[in-house]
């Protein structure tokens, strides 16, 4: 299960209930975090640890947008956890770990250019890009 979509859904849960952000900072204060944390009871108690520490981490995001150490940490660990072991199934099973918001008709448009494009890279590099290019 790709980890990002149910990190979005939540986090949108919880950024709709909270007050108090910072126009255009994509910050919230620790009032407005603790308030969305009480509106949302089952905030930070996903059904793992690390769920829950992903969730609180969402709040966090700007450190992956400024911080090329944590953007490639995150990156890996996204693909390790989430894409890795999905490789043997083809580029459409990774298109559904990383974006599955675009697979059974989401965004069909979106999910054929993207298979689109990783038939043209493959070209490019010679190489055959295999079957199950969608989702």
């Known amino acids: 299960m790709a980890m990002l979509p149910f990190l979005a859904l939540g986090v949108a849960a919880l950024v709709l ?8 900072q994509n910050f919230y204060t620790r009032r407005s975090f603790l ?6 009871p089952n905030f930070g108690k996903g ?4 769920d829950g520490k ?4 969402a709040f966090f995001a700007h450190k992956v947008a400024q911080d090329p150490e944590v953007a490639f940490k995150a990156a890996l660990w996204f ?4 894409v890795k072991q999905v490789l043997p199934r083809g580029f ?7 974006n599955s ?3 059974n008709g989401g965004n069909a448009a979106a999910m054929n250019a993207r298979a689109g494009y ?8 010679g190489v055959d890009p295999g079957s199950s290019l969608t989702c």
């Open 92 to 98: 459409g099973a990774t298109t559904r770990a990383i």
């Open 118 to 125: 990783y038939r043209a890279y493959c070209r490019q590099f």
């Open 101 to 103: 918001g675009e697979c």
């Open 35 to 40: 308030a969305g944390a009480r509106a949302n």
């Open 17 to 24: 209930s909270a007050a108090g952000m910072v126009a255009a």
């Open 79 to 82: 693909w390790m956890n989430n």
């Open 47 to 50: 059904s793992t640890s690390d």
């Open 54 to 57: 992903r969730e609180i981490a």
